[in-house]
Structure formats: structure tokens, C-alpha cells
């Protein structure tokens, strides 16, 4: 059996790009697997955040972990600031890495270009996200392609660390799902959809009604020649909703391009729209049982238990290692 460790920033609503790209596929691993899925709060703050805000994010994309399908009884689902050990290792990764290589980090660069009174956390989070990785013996992390970088950067400072002080951290394998990786932006179909995108129309929420999504749909941006037809380089924007739509209704994009031949995209759109709304309403339905239930509480009660018996346990061996605190 594999471990597996995934986290998401709770900083705004998940999008269907998030649950397509990764959450549907969660639901499979833990049947095999065993797997921790972690709130990443302290990553959120690398930016400003309002203080309640952030605490119904946080809750609500608890909320969203247990609708999508995840099994508090076959999973680990946690706050990573309840579990203090993430903040701690944290710092030994971040003594270990060098300025130069996070300096190299594509999301550093652009999150801090032009900016003025950067915060020092955008710099070194990788760090923390390597040790949120390495806490669990992590074998398999499952990322979208922003990410890669970050986890060749973790298995980099996993080996650092085994070679120069002990060999207790697991070398996690990065994982990239072949389909549906990358859902796009519905405004900007060369970009990926992004929950912090500045304009509403170019994501659908997981918690959008149907009429706003039926709205964003029909407002997609396509192009002028009418034909539904997957290619990503001329026609990024009916390729996008083809694959939103292959992967809500399970139909493959080839079956779906026979169906829409010479029908245009009127028919295409309010098709593609109705098969977001019956993907996201059992969801939905679920999570507005769970957001202000105590069943939520004590799901992540328990979590937190879990995750800092285990997460203690690497910590003491890495603090051990280096030569931390007192021998025991």
C-alpha cells in the first residue's frame, strides 16, 4: 500500500478545474491507498489574508473534501496548523535548502515581480512544502503541472538530507493525472482556470447554481468557424469544453465531436453546461449538509489526532538526525 499526500491553499473556492484536474481522481486513490489530504492554511498566508475569510475557506474546503467523496475512515483529512509539526520540520527543511535554488522557483518569480514589500514566506515555502510531503512517508504526490517544480525541489532536499545526516525520508514520486490535468480558463482558453482569476466568468465555481453556470458556459469564448472539433492549438476554446464535458459525462471527446458534427456550438454549450450542473449538485448537496454540522468538526478532530501521531514520529527522527534537543 502506497501513501499518498495531497494539499490545497484554502484561498477561495475550488473551481470545476480543481475537482477535475484532481479531487474526482482522490476519490479512487484512498480505495488502495493510503492517503492524507491536508488543508494548507499556513501556505495562505504567504499572502495577505482577512482573519475570517480564511477561517470560512478553510471550513468550507473541508466541506468540499468529504462531498467530492473522501472517506474520513479510509483517509487522513487535517488543518496543517493543527498539526504543529508541519511548521516545525518546515524550518529544518528550510535550513537545508539554498537562497539560489528557491530563488529559481518559477511561482517566486512571478508572484514577486514588481511588487514591493514582498513577504519572505513566498521565497520559502517550498520548504514547508517539502516537509508537509516528508512528514508521512509519502511515496506519491499528485500535482498539477504548476507544481512540479516544487516537488523536484522536495525530493532534491530529501536527498540532501538523507545523504548529509540520515536516510529517514521517503523520495516521493510526482504524479501529474494524464486527463484533466489541465482545465483552462473559459475567458482565456491558453490559460488555466484559476480560482483567483480576477474575472468570475472565466471559472465555474464548485459552488456556483445552475443558472450561473449555465451562464458562464454560453459565455465561454470559442471562435468564429461554428464547428466542434478538439485541437488545442486552433481551437483552444471548444477543446476546453470538450474536455469539461468528457470528463462530467464520461462520453470520450471523440464520440462527443461525432455527436455536435454540424451542429454548432448553440446546442454544444447548453449540453456542456447541463453536464457541469448534474456533476456539481450531488456535491453540492452534500456539502450543505456538512458546512455548519458537527459531524465536520469531529471529522477533522480526528484528523488532526492522526496526522500529528505520524507527523510527530518523522519529526522526532529528523530532529534526532540532526543532533536537536536532548538524547533520550
Not at 489574508?49 to 474520513?72: C, F, H, M, T, W
Not at 496543517?80 to 539560489?100: F, K, R
Not at 468538526?297 to 489526532?305: F, H, K, Q, R, S
Request: glycine residues 6%; contains cysteine; charged residues 30%.
Amino acid at each position: 500500500m502506497k501513501t499518498i499526500f495531497s494539499g490545497i491553499q484554502p484561498s477561495g473556492t475550488l473551481t470545476l478545474g480543481n475537482y477535475l484536474g484532481a479531487m474526482k481522481h482522490f476519490v479512487d486513490l484512498q480505495e488502495e491507498n493510503n492517503c492524507y489530504f491536508c488543508i494548507v492554511d499556513q501556505h495562505a498566508i504567504t499572502v495577505p489574508q482577512d482573519r475570517l475569510k480564511l477561517r470560512e475557506n478553510i471550513r468550507s474546503l473541508a466541506a468540499l473534501y468529504l462531498a467530492v467523496g473522501i472517506d474520513p475512515n479510509k483517509s487522513v483529512l487535517f488543518i496543517q496548523s493543527e498539526v504543529p509539526a508541519h511548521a516545525q520540520l518546515g524550518w529544518i527543511m528550510q535550513c537545508v535548502s539554498y537562497i539560489g535554488e528557491l530563488e529559481r522557483m518559477t511561482q517566486f518569480k512571478d508572484k514577486s515581480e514588481g511588487k514591493e514589500g514582498v513577504s519572505s514566506a513566498l521565497l520559502t515555502y517550498p520548504p514547508l512544502m517539502a516537509a508537509d510531503i516528508l512528514l508521512y512517508g509519502t511515496d506519491i504526490v499528485p500535482v498539477g503541472e504548476d507544481q512540479k517544480q516544487h516537488l523536484e525541489l522536495t525530493r532534491d532536499l530529501a536527498e540532501r538530507f538523507n545523504k548529509k545526516y540520515n536516510d529517514i525520508f521517503t523520495i516521493p514520486e510526482v504524479r501529474i493525472p494524464k486527463v484533466g490535468a489541465r482545465i483552462m480558463s473559459l475567458v482565456e482558453p491558453t490559460k488555466k482556470m484559476s480560482k483567483s482569476d480576477a474575472n468570475v466568468k472565466s471559472f465555474i465555481s464548485m459552488l456556483d447554481d445552475e443558472k450561473t453556470i449555465t451562464k458562464k458556459v454560453k459565455s465561454a469564448v470559442t471562435d468564429s468557424d461554428n464547428e466542434v472539433r478538439y485541437d488545442k492549438e486552433a481551437k483552444p476554446g471548444v477543446s476546453n469544453l470538450l474536455s469539461i464535458y468528457s470528463l462530467c459525462s464520461g462520453e470520450s471527446i471523440e464520440d462527443l465531436v461525432d455527436k455536435y458534427s454540424g451542429k454548432g456550438y448553440g446546442e454544444f454549450k447548453t449540453d456542456v453546461a447541463e453536464a457541469v450542473v448534474n456533476t456539481l449538485a450531488p456535491i453540492q448537496e452534500r456539502y450543505n449538509e456538512l458546512i455548519n454540522s458537527e459531524e465536520l468538526d469531529e471529522i477533522l478532530d480526528m484528523g488532526a489526532e492522526k496526522a500529528n501521531r505520524q507527523a510527530f514520529k518523522m519529526l522526532k527522527k529528523a530532529e534526532k538526525a540532526m543532533g536537536l534537543g536532548r538524547k533520550r
